[in-house]
């Protein structure tokens, strides 16, 4: 076969696991309860009295549901892909694959359709309930067809993009950082292309017409309006759908051919080789050594006969009591540096523990904090002002993109320990808990200090130009900051319960993805069918349960208390409230219940990782 025997045993071994099954029920099932929901709301707010109010309720749901799921294959496609190949690097097993006699298209397109299994069966089980709505009326067989081309088309060009950039990059940080900061440039710079800052149209095509054909968000948009795969031609395309799917397959390709092409010159990378020292006169000290070592017979013959492998040391200090001291130069002086009292800490501030490349990712935030900028100026100069809308457009995928990156270093650095068999050295030592825990905070915020604080500053110049008053000011920053505390923790902690670091990254990111998809999904039904909210509380009530049994399970399941149950209960109730607030204004309100639940929530978390550290990390157990 083309993909190799990699494909070949995810496919045998997937559905005999007992998870693939209860991912595609719990799926389809969410797809259900969230369908319920909006019925309930539309029945609690208005009348339903023929068949024009069921195929309006019928549009207006699949506008909701189409662009949800796009959104969860692309996210779930993009960090299976990465996090399978991460996991291989970390724990070193991606060199023993390239000594097998894979080629290079068998371990690469292997790898990568391997990891999207799961959410191709996700795809294939929510079909049913999406052809449920054909019975409601207001959408067709073609909008079905479409919304479901355009999120495959999408889910293997994110894909696409995990693995490639996993296959370069060494460090599980940057494969998590860089792919999420792609996939944001993919959507967000289309969006400034459909707002017309660079034109109202390109060669005679609108320039929503040409987001339409590159974005996978307008795309899907566009795939649920009735007439949506019917938009102007562009080229030899008849719409604009069509040239999408062309261009995400031709991206797919692309991504594909240079990682099959590649791949055996980006691994092993130069991080995991040997380091060289150019300090000596005669070329590299590894050179100097490794170059002359069959000529030290006695050094071969002591080292074969003890079992153990000479140190660098050792056979320098043997070379020179035989050569004259002239044949080999002296090494210069070199002073220790010297390590804080903290070691933890010291070694994630001070040195480059994920990678020199981790520049790029803190440049790559940096644009788009810069665009986020440039578009707030030119929208506070323009003859409207800025309005509350327009502010959200240009900060929220800021916020949320600050978040997931927050979640992604503090998650990777439990589980980049745990790979490279760090973690048991580092339990076996003399830290106590709150130094390793406070340790990796500490370095996690370090790390992230520009995702941390160019929100913060934008919000200060929104204050500054008097767009935001002082109080909203301290509600807004305030609010930030419990939330990166909270995603920080939340990375730390299911770093910490799971062994594998796979699922600890698919848990830890998708807790955070669902979080705000979760919130996405509640104002969008608020506002699709306004009415009391009094009245919209009942049916919400379900998707609340559900949302607690979720974060219970992701949280607590591993290693349970009081607290984190109690925490799990309260988060949805209190997002709600905060949801139904902000829509009314009531900023305090929002705030102090943010505040509140969240902070409860990280101290939850945080408590049991200071004086329960054994149980949490798997050295002990709770009855021992």
């Not at 662009?67 to 991606?94: C, H, I, M, N, Y």
């Not at 799961?118 to 207001?138: E, T």
């Not at 562009?234 to 397959?249: D, E, Q, Y």
């Not at 040997?274 to 070329?283: F, S, V």
Request: proline fraction near 4%; glycine fraction near 8%.
């Amino acid at each position: 076969m083309l993909v190799g025997p990699v494909f070949s045993r995810e496919a045998v071994t997937l559905p005999r696991r007992r998870r693939f099954f209860i991912a595609r029920i719990t799926y389809a099932g969410m797809l259900l309860v969230l369908a319920c929901t909006a019925w309930l709301v539309v029945t609690g707010t208005s009348v339903v009295r023929g068949v024009d109010d069921l195929a309006r309720f019928g549009a207006i749901l699949f506008q909701l549901l189409a662009p949800l799921q796009l959104a969860l294959a692309v996210f779930f496609s993009a960090l299976a892909a990465a996090g399978a190949v991460a996991q291989e690097k970390d724990r070193r097993t991606l060199v023993l694959l390239l000594l097998t006699q894979l080629n290079n298209s068998e371990l690469v397109l292997g790898k990568w359709l391997a990891s999207l299994l799961s959410v191709l069966a996700l795809l294939a089980a929510a079909l049913p309930v999406y052809a449920l709505l054909l019975a409601l009326g207001g959408v067709s067989w073609a909008q079905l067809g479409w919304s479901f081309a355009v999120t495959l088309a999408s889910a293997l060009a994110a894909g696409s993009l995990g693995s490639t950039v996993a296959l370069w990059r060494e460090k599980t940080f940057q494969t998590l950082a860089l792919v999420t900061l792609a996939l944001a440039a993919w959507l967000v710079g289309w969006e400034v292309v459909r707002a017309g800052v660079l034109g109202e149209s390109f060669y005679g095509v609108a320039s929503a017409t040409w987001a339409a054909a590159f974005s996978p968000w307008q795309a899907v948009l566009a795939a649920v309006r009735p007439d949506g795969h019917l938009g102007p031609p562009i080229g030899p395309f008849p719409g604009p759908l069509t040239l999408f799917v062309a261009f995400s397959l031709a991206v797919t390709v692309c991504l594909s051919a240079v990682a099959i092409l590649r791949v055996r010159v980006w691994n092993p990378s130069r991080e995991a080789r040997p380091a060289t020292d150019e300090t000596w006169t005669g070329g590299s000290l590894w050179e100097t050594i490794t170059g002359r070592i069959e000529a030290e017979p006695a050094a071969a013959t002591e080292a074969s006969a003890t079992g153990v492998a000479l140190s660098i040391g050792d056979i320098v200090r043997k070379r020179r009591e035989r050569a004259p001291a002239a044949t080999l130069p002296a090494p210069p002086l070199r002073l220790h540096r010297q390590v804080w009292d903290n070691p933890i800490l010291w070694r994630e501030v001070r040195t480059w523990a994920y990678g020199r490349k981790i520049i790029v990712v803190q440049l790559a935030y940096l644009s788009l904090a810069v665009l986020a900028a440039a578009a707030l100026v030119s929208m506070v100069g323009s003859p409207g002002g800025l309005t509350r809308a327009q502010a959200s457009l240009a900060l929220v995928p800021l916020f949320v993109l600050s978040l997931v990156l927050i979640n992604a270093q503090a998650v990777t650095a439990l589980t980049g320990e745990r790979d490279g068999r760090a973690i048991d050295l580092l339990l076996v030592s003399d830290l106590s808990p709150a130094e390793f825990i406070f340790g990796k905070l500490g370095g996690i915020f370090y790390n992230v200090k520009e995702v941390v604080l160019a929100p913060l500053l934008l919000c200060g110049y929104l204050w500054w130009v008097g767009e935001l008053s002082g109080e909203n000011l301290i509600y807004v920053c305030g609010g930030l900051l419990v939330m990166d505390l909270f995603v920080a923790v939340l990375g730390l902690h299911v770093g910490m319960i799971y062994e594998s670091s796979r699922t600890a990254i698919f848990t830890s990111l998708g807790t955070v993805f669902f979080l705000f998809v979760g919130i996405a999904v509640c104002m969008r039904l608020m506002v699709a069918f306004s009415g009391s909210f009094e009245v919209q509380l009942q049916p919400f009530l379900a998707f609340m349960v559900g949302g607690g049994v979720g974060l219970y399970l992701a949280l607590g399941a591993r290693n349970p208390s009081p607290a984190i149950a109690l925490a799990s209960a309260l988060c949805p109730f209190a997002t709600f409230y905060a949801i139904t607030s902000f829509l009314l204004e009531y900023t305090l309100g929002v705030f102090l219940v943010t505040g509140l639940t969240y902070g409860f929530a990280t101290a939850a978390m945080l408590v049991p990782a200071l004086y329960e550290f054994d149980v949490a990390t798997g050295r002990t157990t709770a009855d021992e």
